[in-house]
């Protein structure tokens, strides 16, 4: 088992911003790493506090993952990182090394780990 470690940034605190934001980052992160949805084990995302319009878990059910234990809580609010970010780690199953995992950044979140974006 493997994670996979993902966030991105909405552009407003809106339901669907942080929605569509969403949906495009666990998509993303499903071609980059080529897991089938049987193979997911859960999903944990969080949120800065800035965002409190939608919960995130929404968005993988609205793709299909509604038999996935999915979780959600506020990130600490640290300075200096960027706003309306929205974080996610999937666990699945992979035969995959370590090395081989695509962990993505999209948006503002690059700037969270820039060795990886």
């Known amino acids: 088992m493997r994670g996979i470690r993902g966030a991105t940034t909405a552009g407003q605190n809106t339901a669907r911003a942080i929605l569509e934001a969403t949906r495009a980052l666990l998509l993303a992160m499903q071609e980059a ?6 193979d ?4 944990f995302f969080t949120l800065t506090p800035d965002l409190d319009a939608a919960f995130p878990a929404a968005a993988a059910r609205d793709i299909g993952w509604g038999s996935v234990p999915l979780f959600g809580a506020q990130e600490a ?13 999937i666990q699945v199953y992979t035969d995959r090394e370590p090395a081989a995992i695509h962990h993505l950044y999209l948006g ?3 700037r969270l780990r820039p060795d990886l974006a």
């Open 40 to 43: 997911v084990v859960t999903v």
């Open 77 to 89: 609010q640290v300075p200096g990182t960027p706003d309306r970010c929205v974080r996610v780690l």
């Open 108 to 110: 503002e979140a690059a």
């Open 33 to 38: 790493n080529g897991f089938a949805l049987e």
